[in-house]
Structures are given as structure tokens and as C-alpha cells.
């Protein structure tokens, strides 16, 4: 089975020549029980889909393939939030049912469980077709009508399970790096239409694209924001940082958002300058792209945001930390918010009383399958931050943590590395007593 499989994938061109980070499994939660199977997590190799909006016909066409490994030999666990109408494995027709859905608990929601049999080590190759519709996710949107056309928007956020990715297109936890490519076709629309991403770009008729994401992509990396040109203003500027490194910023603003476009440049042009200067180059190549909705709710992807324009500069930060080093699982999600109160926003809490130990707090759990963000990250672990200011001073600290962000820009971090870095960079083993319980939230002072 193994060859036949490896060869289809071959055969169809999906294997992505590129690295595609073989160590992934080595982060992903181990296997586990779901009725009666083994579930094993998968490493995605690469993921090409189409999307095709029909603005007459009101149709929204998704294929997605999915060429993927197993580490250990079992039923594979990923997760796609859509009906899911036809489906082949290896090119052979499955029935939808066999991908079936199956809950984890409130911090992870529910995932897929594929109920056949994958053997370890050769890729598989997981064929959909289904109409794209509002997700089946906590608080999803669909694509939306507007008076010109449609408005779509990725819509990712860290606060719910099941809002990544997965929302739109088969994907995974975010340990797993893959290439992902997508064919975006907009049919019948009477009016222009606009998009916005993160992708590499490459126009290959009338609204009509084909989009390409790197291979370090991971389940909340990619952008895209689709809107009728008549609600959006929209300018590209080029930013000279630190270096001589340049960057073209792109902002597009709908046109119902608070701020002018100007002042948006301008926000983003201080931020990206700023943070070139004191953590460290731009890891995203030579652009940058900022979408300015017209609601709260603002959101971090790779070298890119959808966000409020109260929230740029904090969003922008996260191109360096949360998207630039990522956070290898959702437990390690807190520190990218922590850093960014702290670093970014000013959040310093230098106040605060030190002489006195505060209430332990759990930022980082330790359920592997955790898909939520502790939402205790902002305040409380900007307070973390503080104290391990007062133990080894601002400057330190900042100056540890930019090295952080360089030694491990566009790869995933995990919370027991940063606190290794930290402890050997400082030369302070008290910070282990601070992990211990403002991170881990173990409630013990005897160390
Ligand atoms: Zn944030």
C-alpha cells in the first residue's frame, strides 16, 4: 500500500519539493484512544485547494488535497470545520461518514478521526469536495454579501478552538509546518473585487489567483481578505528599517473604520521601525500586509493583521513574536500575548509588590491537544514579565529576548525553551522559581 500510495503522490504532484520539516511529528501530542481506534496525529506534507465564489449562482466550491504522513500506524486526527460532501484516500472514493467528528473537551472542541488505516512513513494523499459555508466553529463567520459583491476574511482567533485554518480548509495543530497553495476564483462578480494576504501572489486571469504560503505556514499563518474595491481605501508604501532592509507595507482600510489611511501608514511604519530597531529584523521578506476593519477584534498572522486600528501596534509586534518564533502548541500560546502587553503595549506593571508572592497561575497547561489561548496571557503574564524584570533588570530581559526571537525567527518555540534560554542567558536560576509558578501555576514556595 505504501508504494501504490507514495507513487499517487508523486504522480499528481503534490509532494512539495521544498523542506517540509520532518521533525513536526516529534512535536504533536502522542496518540491516543478515540472509540476504540488508535488516533494518531499527522504530518501534513502539503495542502492545495481551490475556492471558487460564484456571485450569480451564490456557489461556493471548495476541493482541498491533503497530502499527509503518519508517525505510527493508525487512524489519523486533523480537523476541517465544513460538510464535507465527497472524499477519496489515495484516489480511491471514501464515504464522508468514515471522516468522522469527534469531541475533545472545551479546550480543544472537536477534531476529525479519518477511520482508515494509515501505515507509518508513506504519504497519503486525502481528497474533499464541499461547498464552503459558515464554519462549524465557536462564533464563525461565513463569507458575507455586501451591496458590491462579497467580503471574506480567514477570521482566526486564538480565544476559540477550531478557528484556524481548519475553519475553511482540512488542517492541524499548529506544531505542523506544511506549504499550502490555493487557487481563488471569483465568478460573475459585477463589480471589482480586492484581496489581501500574506501569500505570495501570482494573477493568473480576472479575479482570479493563485496563492502560495511557505512551507514554515502553520494552521494560523494564512491571511486573506477578500472585498469589493468601492469598500476599501488602499495604498502601498515602501519602509526603510534599520539595515538598510526594506519593506512594502500594504494597508487597506474599509471604509466604515475609525482612523484615516495616513495615520495607518503611519502607525505601522513607527511600529515596524521600532521593533526593527530594538528586537530585530523583519523575518517576513520584504513585505507587510494590514487590513483595517470597521469592528473590534483584531488578529496576528504571519507578516500580517487584520486589526482595529487602536490595536496596530500591538498587532505588528506579533509578526516578531507569535508569528515571527511561533509558539509550538497552544499551551505555549501565552507568551507571544505576555511579551507583547509587556513589550509592546507598555503594560509594565513595574508597580507592582515583588517583596510578597502573588497567586499561582497556569498560562501554560498541560493538555497536548489544548487549542485555546489562556485568556489570564495579557494581563497576568505581563505581570509574569515584570517580575522577571525586577529579578534580572529591563534591559536584560529585553536584550534576552530579542536573541530569542533571532535565534528562533519563523520556527516554533515551545515555553520550556524560552525558560532554558532565559535561565542559561541570565545566569539567574531564580527564574525557575517564577515559571514554576506564574507559568505552570504550581502553588508550591519552598523553592
Ligand atoms: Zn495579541
Redesign the pocket.
Known amino acids: 500500500m505504501g508504494v501504490i500510495l507514495s507513487t499517487a503522490a508523486l504522480a499528481i504532484g503534490l509532494l512539495p519539493l521544498q523542506e517540509n520539516f520532518s521533525e513536526d511529528l516529534s512535536f504533536a501530542p502522542p496518540a491516543r484512544e478515540v472509540d476504540g481506534l488508535l488516533g494518531v496525529p499527522m504530518d501534513i506534507q502539503s495542502l492545495s485547494a481551490t475556492l471558487i465564489f460564484d456571485l450569480e449562482a451564490r456557489t461556493k466550491e471548495a476541493t482541498a488535497d491533503l497530502v499527509f504522513k503518519v508517525g505510527e500506524t493508525g487512524y489519523p486526527i486533523f480537523d476541517i470545520r465544513q460538510n464535507i460532501r465527497s472524499a477519496t484516500l489515495d484516489m480511491k472514493p471514501i464515504k464522508p461518514e468514515t471522516i468522522s467528528i469527534f469531541d475533545m473537551g472545551p479546550q480543544s472542541g472537536t477534531m476529525r478521526l479519518l477511520e482508515w488505516e494509515i501505515q507509518a512513513g508513506a504519504p497519503s494523499i486525502l481528497q474533499l469536495a464541499y461547498d464552503l459555508e459558515t464554519p462549524d466553529a465557536p462564533a464563525a463567520r461565513g463569507a458575507l454579501k455586501r451591496e458590491k459583491g462579497l467580503f471574506f476574511s480567514t477570521n482566526f482567533t486564538d480565544l476559540k478552538p477550531g478557528r484556524y485554518l481548519e475553519q475553511w480548509f482540512p488542517s492541524n495543530l499548529i506544531y505542523d509546518r506544511f506549504a499550502f497553495e490555493l487557487e481563488l476564483q471569483l465568478k460573475n462578480a459585477k463589480h471589482e473585487h480586492l484581496i489581501f494576504t500574506n501569500a505570495e501572489v501570482e494573477e493568473i486571469g480576472n479575479h482570479n489567483w493563485r496563492l502560495r504560503w511557505p512551507p514554515h505556514t502553520t494552521a494560523f499563518s494564512p491571511m486573506l481578505v477578500i472585498a469589493p474595491k468601492d469598500d476599501i481605501e488602499v495604498s502601498t508604501k515602501t519602509v526603510k528599517l534599520t539595515k538598510g532592509q526594506k519593506v512594502k507595507v500594504t494597508v487597506a482600510q474599509d471604509n466604515k473604520s475609525t482612523g484615516s489611511l495616513k495615520s495607518s501608514h503611519k502607525k505601522v511604519a513607527e511600529a515596524l521601525k521600532d521593533f526593527s530597531k530594538t528586537v530585530g529584523p523583519w523575518p517576513h521578506g520584504n513585505r507587510c500586509t494590514v487590513y483595517v476593519r470597521n469592528s473590534s477584534g ?1 488578529m ?1 498572522y504571519d507578516g500580517a493583521t487584520t486589526t482595529a486600528y487602536g ?1 496596530i501596534r ?2 505588528i ?2 509578526s516578531w513574536f ?1 508569528r515571527g518564533v511561533k509558539p509550538r502548541s497552544q499551551n505555549d500560546a501565552w507568551w ?2 505576555a511579551w ?2 509587556w513589550f509592546a503595549d507598555g503594560g509594565r506593571y513595574s508597580r507592582m509588590d515583588f517583596s510578597k508572592p502573588g497567586k499561582a497561575i497556569t498560562l501554560c497547561g498541560s493538555n497536548p491537544w489544548n487549542r485555546t489561548t489562556a485568556g489570564q496571557s ?1 494581563g497576568k503574564g505581563a505581570q509574569f514579565f515584570a517580575r522577571v524584570a525586577h529579578l534580572i533588570g529591563e534591559k536584560k530581559l529585553r536584550s534576552i529576548m530579542s536573541d530569542f526571537f533571532q535565534e528562533n525567527a519563523l520556527q516554533t518555540a515551545s515555553t520550556q525553551e524560552m525558560e532554558a534560554f532565559l535561565i542559561e542567558k541570565s545566569g539567574n536560576s531564580k527564574l525557575q522559581a517564577l515559571f514554576n509558578r506564574y507559568v505552570y501555576g504550581q502553588d508550591d514556595l519552598s523553592d
Open positions: 483584531s496576528e490595536a500591538h498587532e509586534f506579533h507569535g507571544d500575548e507583547d502587553v495579557y
